[in-house]
C-alpha cells in the first residue's frame, strides 16, 4: 500500500485541529466528572461539551478517513527500536478508534436517554425512544473509554516530546512542518 514519506498539509492540518479539541473535550468532561459542580450549574458546561463533541464526530469521521486512505507514512527514525514501533501503531490505532468511540457513545447514551441535542443553535439531533440498556451502556463506554483515553494521549505526548527533546529525532518536527528533509 502506497505510504507517503511524511505528513502532507491536511494531515496536520488534522492532527493538530483533533488534538486541540481531544485534549479540550477530556479536560471539560473530566472536570464535569470531578470538578464538584451541582447539576444545575453545570447544565451550561454539559450543553457546551455536547455540542463540540458532535462538531467533533463530524469532523473527525474525515480526520479518521484521511488517515485511512492515505496510510501511516514511513516511519523516518530506522534505529527506533522494534517495540516502541509496535507500540506506536498501536496508541495510534487506538487514538484514531477514541476520536470516533468518544461522540458516538456520548450521542448514543444521550438521545436514547429521551434527549434531544441542541448543538448550538444551529441544529439538533432528535431524542429516540427509552432504550434504558443502550444509553446505560454507552454512558459506561463513554466514561471508560475516556479515562483511557487520557491516559493514551498523556503516554502520546510523553513520547512526542521525548524523541524531540531527548533522542532528538524528527518524530515531531515531521508533525509540525511536514517531511523533516
Ligand atoms: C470528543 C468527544 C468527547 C470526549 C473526549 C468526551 C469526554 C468526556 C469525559 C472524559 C467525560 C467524563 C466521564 C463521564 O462522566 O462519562 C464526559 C462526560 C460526559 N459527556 Fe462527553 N466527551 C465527548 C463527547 C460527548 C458528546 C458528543 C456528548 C453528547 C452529545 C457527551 C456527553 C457527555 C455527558 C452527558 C457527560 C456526563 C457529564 C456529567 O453529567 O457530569 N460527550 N465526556
Ligand atoms: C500536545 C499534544 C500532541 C503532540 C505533541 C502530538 C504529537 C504527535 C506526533 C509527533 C505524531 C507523529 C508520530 C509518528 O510519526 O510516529 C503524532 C501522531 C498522531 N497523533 Fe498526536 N500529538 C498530540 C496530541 C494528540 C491527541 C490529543 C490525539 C488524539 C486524538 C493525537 C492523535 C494522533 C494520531 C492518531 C497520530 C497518528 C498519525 C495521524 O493520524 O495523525 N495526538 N502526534
Known amino acids: 500500500m502506497h505510504s507517503p514519506s511524511g505528513y502532507d498539509l491536511?494531515?496536520?492540518i488534522n492532527h493538530w485541529l483533533i488534538a486541540i479539541a481531544i485534549l479540550g473535550m477530556l479536560a471539560l468532561g473530566l472536570f464535569l466528572e470531578f470538578g464538584g459542580l451541582a447539576r444545575e450549574d453545570k447544565?451550561?458546561?454539559?450543553?457546551?461539551?455536547?455540542?463540540?463533541?458532535?462538531?467533533v464526530l463530524i469532523y473527525g469521521v474525515w480526520r479518521v478517513l484521511w488517515r485511512i486512505i492515505q496510510g501511516f507514512p514511513e516511519s523516518?527514525?530506522?534505529?527506533?527500536?522494534?517495540?516502541?514501533?509496535?507500540?506506536?501503531k498501536i496508541a495510534h490505532w487506538a487514538l484514531l478508534a477514541g476520536i470516533l468511540i468518544m461522540p458516538i457513545s456520548g450521542v448514543v447514551a444521550s438521545?436514547?436517554?429521551?434527549?434531544?441535542i441542541a448543538v448550538f443553535n444551529w441544529f439538533s439531533i432528535p431524542?429516540?425512544?427509552e432504550i434504558a440498556w443502550l444509553s446505560g451502556a454507552a454512558g459506561y463506554t463513554h466514561k471508560y473509554t475516556g479515562f483511557t483515553l487520557a491516559l493514551i494521549v498523556a503516554l502520546h505526548i510523553?513520547?512526542?516530546?521525548?524523541?524531540?527533546?531527548?533522542?532528538?529525532?524528527?518524530?515531531?518536527?515531521?508533525?509540525?512542518?511536514?517531511?523533516a528533509k
Open 10 to 12: 491536511m494531515s496536520r
Open 43 to 55: 447544565r451550561w458546561l454539559i450543553d457546551i461539551h455536547k455540542s463540540v463533541g458532535v462538531l
Open 76 to 88: 523516518d527514525e530506522s534505529t527506533m527500536p522494534q517495540w516502541q514501533e509496535i507500540a506506536s
Open 111 to 116: 438521545i436514547f436517554n429521551g434527549r434531544s
Open 127 to 129: 431524542a429516540q425512544t
Open 158 to 179: 510523553a513520547a512526542a516530546l521525548k524523541h524531540h527533546f531527548v533522542d532528538r529525532d524528527s518524530v515531531l518536527i515531521r508533525m509540525v512542518q511536514g517531511a
